[in-house]
């Protein structure tokens, strides 16, 4: 399955949904607020529209669940609960953090872990940290796996589009190496259209710069 990119039309989409989901705090930049509709427009908007249920679609997904099987039920909470502690555990000490998003989980990985500036080439200490992602994720197969790629808002938006999205796919062939099936996993590039911070100030725009590892459950064919 190709790499995905989030066009220009769907940034200035991304955008709005942001827009109409941030809360301002006092200084002007985004608040708590404002950061978690970002991170739940993740799950289900402005990524999701571009690339179908924020990632693989619906066939896709029923497609690996009836390889291996899908989960059911409470089953589906007590699996992703199981995946969440292993990962809080392993990624300690990191940088990298840990999210729930309803049955998601979200691994946010910021760029000075990941990569150097302007460079899609992993460096050493990313390497550590998506080892232990993918063993966890290897470990575990009833699930889907979408890499993010993110910018900030420096420099031209095509070109951040490009930039993130080569990064995402960096990340997405280094869990590979770790033994997660190809199949499951989808490197999304989407530029500077789901700020997290202010990209009004250094320490916004470095908040901004990451890749985020969004995993998704399969759900049992019904």
């Avoid at 066009?7 to 989409?13: E, F, K, Q, S």
């Avoid at 699996?79 to 840990?98: F, I, N, P, T, W």
């Avoid at 930039?163 to 490197?187: F, Y």
Wanted: a negative charge.
């Amino acid at each position: 399955m190709p790499a995905r990119r989030i066009t220009a039309t769907t940034v200035a989409l991304a955008a709005a949904v942001g827009l109409s989901a941030c809360a301002q705090d006092g200084s002007g930049g985004m608040g708590k607020t404002g950061g978690g509709a970002l991170l739940g427009a993740l799950g289900g908007g402005a990524i999701g529209a571009a690339t179908g249920d924020g990632g693989k679609d619906r066939a896709q997904r029923g497609a690996i669940g009836a390889a291996i099987g899908g989960l059911a039920g409470a089953g589906i909470g007590a699996y992703m609960d199981s995946q969440e502690e292993k990962l809080r555990q392993d990624l300690q000490g990191s940088g990298a953090e840990v999210q729930r998003v309803g049955e998601r989980i979200v691994v946010n990985i910021p760029s000075n872990v990941t990569f150097a500036t302007d460079s899609a080439q992993l460096t050493p200490q990313a390497r550590n940290t998506l080892a232990q992602v993918g063993r966890t994720l290897a470990q575990n197969p009833q699930t889907t796996v979408d890499v993010i790629g993110h910018t900030d808002s420096t420099g031209e938006a095509d070109y951040n589009v490009d930039l993130s999205l080569r990064r995402a796919d960096a990340v997405m062939r280094e869990l590979t190496a770790q033994g997660v099936a190809r199949d499951r996993i989808e490197a999304i590039g989407a530029g500077e259209a789901q700020p997290i911070a202010s990209n009004d100030t250094e320490t916004g725009r470095a908040q901004n710069r990451r890749v985020e590892i969004a995993i998704t459950p399969i759900r049992e064919s019904a």
